[in-house]
């Protein structure tokens, strides 16, 4: 493994002001947390040209795009040679494509979005027939801080933008306070859209959301928008149950600014941000049924955090390491791609304070193969993974301002 990132193969954009640290610094560090990269472009989706490279080559960066502000995602639809990139409080969606970043976004939400240092424009997943519907999500805090999850159209005239007359409005969700507000979006092998919600905020879950299960907050919610505004599965594990939501899907969670599924097994990751001492990673195995309880806010981690902490009923993390260590998990993709098979199975995730990038593999439940991966490291703060058309992974630099795709050393 190389020692240090081949920054000879990227130029990066000059380095911005470091981010700014929120009034709960010792919280979240700056964090913009959490947008979910879409998995999804339909069975009619293209296939793009791949090499795939023999064996397991080390890894480099190459550039996607520069010059962005606080972006938060990059993610494409399946078999779309194009990358959609999030700005975080300039609220737009751009389109990077053959090296170059399109000079007119292909939506913007600037006038309906609040800038705190956690908000502003988070999350969009296309829907699984985008290829042919021109369906997609997104998931912004409005200007009195709520969440809002939102149906947009492309414009049937030009795909490179969108119909941004033609929102329809999914779900809003009350923010107490500023931060903690998730933001990620992701469609499910089961074709339902899994919405990450943090606690609400503050510090310590002072509402105690994570554990109430007539909250929608400290949750991930699992609906199905194809029918309007939505649905709450049947299938859902307190669907028809008191307490509890019907959109639940899993509880017990403080911030879960990023989180995947793997396109192989299905399996789930949820990266989700500790509170004062443990950054944590949670498996859930596709053959879930829903109904998880990861703990917080009475345990953080495997750690009895309000105690009396009762363990019976918990799902603790399958991966977890110390404030010592970092001080923000930002959760990533289980590499799927066409290039580099040799690196297939292997789940991405990185700190967002200290400037490393990891990998790990599930085998028998347990993480195994804990691998530290310095070529990755692309200077600034790692807001979000993201995975292109062809599953090949994507780094994001908040700090500055920059898009890398994962590629093998020359």
């Known amino acids: 493994m190389n020692a240090r990132p081949l920054l000879a193969l990227v130029t990066l954009a000059a ?17 913009p947390f959490d947008a979910s990269p879409a998995d999804s472009g339909g069975d009619d ?22 010059g962005l502000a606080r972006p938060v995602l990059a993610t494409a639809p399946l078999g779309d040679p194009r990358v959609f990139i999030i700005e975080q409080h300039a609220a737009r969606i751009l389109i990077a494509r053959d090296g170059a970043v ?9 006038d309906l ?25 997104v998931n912004y805090t409005r200007r009195d801080g709520d969440t809002v999850i939102a149906r947009y159209h492309r414009d049937a005239a030009d795909p490179d933008h969108a119909d941004a007359a033609g929102a329809e409005l999914v779900l809003e969700v009350a923010q107490p306070f500023s931060n903690h507000n998730g933001g990620h979006l992701a469609f499910g092998p089961d074709g339902f859209l899994y919405i990450g919600l943090g606690d609400g905020g503050s510090a310590g879950d002072p509402r105690e959301s994570g554990q109430d299960r007539d909250s929608l907050l400290g949750k991930m919610l699992r609906i199905d928008p194809s029918v309007t505004p939505y649905a709450s599965p049947p299938s859902n594990p307190f669907a028809g149950a008191a307490p509890g939501r019907a959109e639940l899907w899993a509880f ?20 989700d941000v500790g509170q004062d001492s443990i950054e944590e990673i949670d498996f859930q195995p596709a053959s879930s049924t829903g109904g998880e309880n990861y703990g917080w806010n009475e345990y953080e ?56 990038i990891r990998s790990l593999k599930i085998a028998g439940g347990a993480a195994t193969e804990v691998t ?9 703060r790692v807001s979000s993974f993201g995975e292109d058309g062809n599953g090949e992974l994507l780094i994001v630099d908040h700090q500055r301002g920059a898009v890398y795709r994962v590629v093998p050393t020359p």
């Open 113 to 137: 979005v609040s800038t705190g240092n956690e908000q502003g424009l988070l999350g969009l997943a296309f829907a699984p027939d985008f290829a042919a519907s021109g369906v997609f999500y």
């Open 301 to 356: 981690g495997a750690q009895c955090y309000d105690p009396p902490c009762q363990a019976t009923g918990k799902v603790f993390p399958v991966h977890d390491y110390p404030r010592s260590d970092g001080c923000s998990i930002t959760g990533g993709y289980v590499y799927r791609g066409c290039r580099m098979p040799g690196h297939h199975g292997k789940y991405f995730f990185a700190d967002y304070c200290d400037h490393w």
């Open 252 to 271: 017990g969670l403080r911030n879960p600014w990023r989180y995947a599924f793997d396109r192989a097994t299905g399996d789930l990751y949820i990266a």
């Open 15 to 31: 380095c911005s002001d470091p981010v700014p640290v929120p009034t709960d610094a010792a919280d979240d560090a700056g964090a």
């Open 45 to 66: 989706a293209a296939t793009l040209p791949c090499t795939p490279v023999a064996g397991s080559p080390a890894l480099a960066l190459e550039v996607v795009a520069t």
């Open 102 to 110: 399109l000079s007119t976004p292909f939506l913007s939400l600037t």
């Open 372 to 380: 530290e991966w310095p070529t990755l490291d692309p200077g600034g």
